[in-house]
């Protein structure tokens, strides 16, 4: 049965992040036309500006599938009911912070942006803060219900409900942008969109996972996860300002046109990081059973290796097709004049790609509870991010703005995570890279393709359509043969 979940969650999840991408890829520039780049600018704001307030889940979010993979393992279902009371509790708590928290930025919103922006400008800007308030307080609770079918391996409700909101949102905004609704209504839909998943994660959770709570207060259990959740925490900070600081930082310095540059081509980053995430949240519960069972420990290199090329063989993909299309294709689905958006999308990408393939090493780390260097490490980078993505934002806008970003991103968690994984966790790195470099003579032939077709694509869908599938055309076949066949055939055992 596992592995039945495990192979239908894994085409799941790239055909839930495919829908997403494309509603989105089709929805946005409708959206840029329909409010305005001012307009939309504001929407994107407000949305990080918000976001940055996720740090109050306090790292509990991240904590959860490792004590739950604890207490599995040992089969204490007394544990566990306690572990969810207490995630309850915690994130109720937190929805509620979240509000008081939210309300006050709302309430500040001239005195933090006015020098860039118009009455008019503020005033919208404050009534779209207050509705993303409620949005992400109603998120928090989601999160609890979300991680516990992770922990169950529940992949094909998981993504099927992402499926279906993703369809959701056009189908709620598209009506009143047609008569004449701006931002605000769009901001609604999303907050009905989050409750509605709410509510049906957590009927499924109760009902069919057969979820129980026990609501008596475990001292020493909220001693454990506050340890250990303190350095997800300092995780979750650094992500905040590494993927949302940049828009608040624009929208401080330069104003909302600028924020709307940059948030295209952030979009796209978005989109990368999706599809780095589908791979590794199947391969999560397996490497915690992995890592909390010690005869077992030998078995994570193997793991971790085949994670590794399969995750490049997924996103190279995508990053190639970028290089091949991306230039035409971004100024044609924004409607802009201007290759700012592309290079933002490349410059926060190229390093990405890098990453995402070693990121399982996040959940060995947290199963192993060794991930605080890892959180300390990330918020000295993230802080390092906003010194240098300042000044670089004032002479370059939005492409200085990412430059800073990748040049952390380099640094941090790359070179040194590197070091402190094959040094400290115990991961061969040697051996990751080995097995990643063996699928090279897979990469150079659509690697060749896609510099040809970026020089020579032209203007127009057929002529991007043309070159996208003649590039898929030379990919498919080059890594399926020469890199990945043995890796597919044996996900289920990965």
């Not at 999840?13 to 959206?31: A, D, K, L, N, R």
């Not at 040992?74 to 915690?90: E, H, W």
């Not at 026990?214 to 900070?237: E, H, M, P, Q, T």
């Not at 996103?315 to 933002?344: C, E, H, N, Q």
Request: glycine fraction near 6%; charge should be positive; hydrophobic fraction near 55%.
């Amino acid at each position: 049965m596992k592995n039945s979940h495990v192979k239908s969650g894994f085409v799941l999840s790239y055909v839930s992040i495919g829908v997403q991408s494309v509603i989105s890829i089709v929805y946005t520039p409708v959206m840029l036309r329909f409010l305005g780049q001012s307009d939309y600018g504001l929407l994107q704001i407000a949305m990080s500006a918000i976001a940055h307030l996720g740090i109050l889940s306090f790292g509990f979010s991240g904590s959860y599938l490792r004590f739950y993979s604890s207490y599995r393992t040992s089969g204490d279902k007394k544990a566990i009911a306690s572990l969810n009371g207490m995630y309850a509790a915690i994130f109720t708590a937190v929805s509620l912070v979240a509000l008081l928290a939210g309300f006050a930025v709302t309430s500040c919103t001239d005195m933090i942006f006015s020098a860039s922006m118009s009455t008019a400008e503020t005033e919208r800007l404050r009534l779209l803060l207050g509705i993303m308030t409620v949005n992400l307080a109603l998120s928090f609770p989601c999160g609890v219900f979300d991680a516990y079918i992770t922990a169950h391996e529940q992949f094909v409700f998981q993504k099927i409900l992402v499926i279906v909101s993703a369809f959701l949102n056009p189908m709620l905004t598209f009506p009143l942008l047609l008569i004449g609704k701006g931002s605000a209504a769009v901001a609604v839909c999303m907050t009905l969109i989050t409750f509605i998943k709410l509510t049906v994660s957590g009927f499924y959770c109760i009902k069919r996972l057969r979820m129980k709570f026990a609501f008596n207060f475990d001292a020493a259990l909220f001693k454990r996860l506050c340890g250990f959740s303190f350095f997800v925490f300092l995780n979750i900070v650094s992500d905040q300002v590494n993927w949302n600081a940049g828009n608040t930082i624009l929208g401080i310095v330069s104003g909302s046109d600028e924020v709307t540059l940059y948030s295209l081509g952030m979009q796209f980053n978005t989109y990368f990081l999706t599809f780095s995430y589908a791979l590794s949240s199947l391969f999560a519960p397996k490497a915690y059973r992995i890592a909390v069972n010690k005869r077992a420990a030998p078995l994570l290199d193997k793991l971790f290796a085949r994670f590794g090329r399969l995750q490049l063989a997924v996103m190279g993909y995508i990053f190639l097709m970028l290089v091949a299309v991306g230039k035409p294709f971004m100024r044609m689905w924004s409607g802009l004049d201007s290759d700012v958006p592309y290079y933002t999308a490349m410059v926060l990408i190229a390093p990405i790609l890098i990453t995402s393939t070693q990121s399982i090493a996040i959940e060995i780390q947290r199963a192993k509870d060794m991930h605080r260097f890892r959180s300390v490490l990330y918020i000295l980078i993230a802080a390092v991010n906003i010194a240098i993505s300042i000044p670089l934002s004032l002479r370059f806008g939005a492409v200085g703005c990412a430059v800073g970003t990748c040049v952390c991103l380099v640094a941090g968690n790359i070179v040194i995570m590197n070091i402190y994984n094959h040094t400290r966790v115990g991961l061969n790195m040697k051996r990751f890279w080995t097995e990643l470099l063996k699928l090279v003579p897979a990469f150079v032939l659509p690697a060749v393709c896609a510099a040809f077709l970026h020089s020579f694509t032209g203007a127009g869908i057929w002529n991007i359509a043309a070159s996208a599938l003649i590039l898929t055309a030379v990919y498919a076949p080059s890594v399926w043969f020469l890199g990945v066949r043995k890796d597919i055939k044996r996900i289920p055992s990965a």
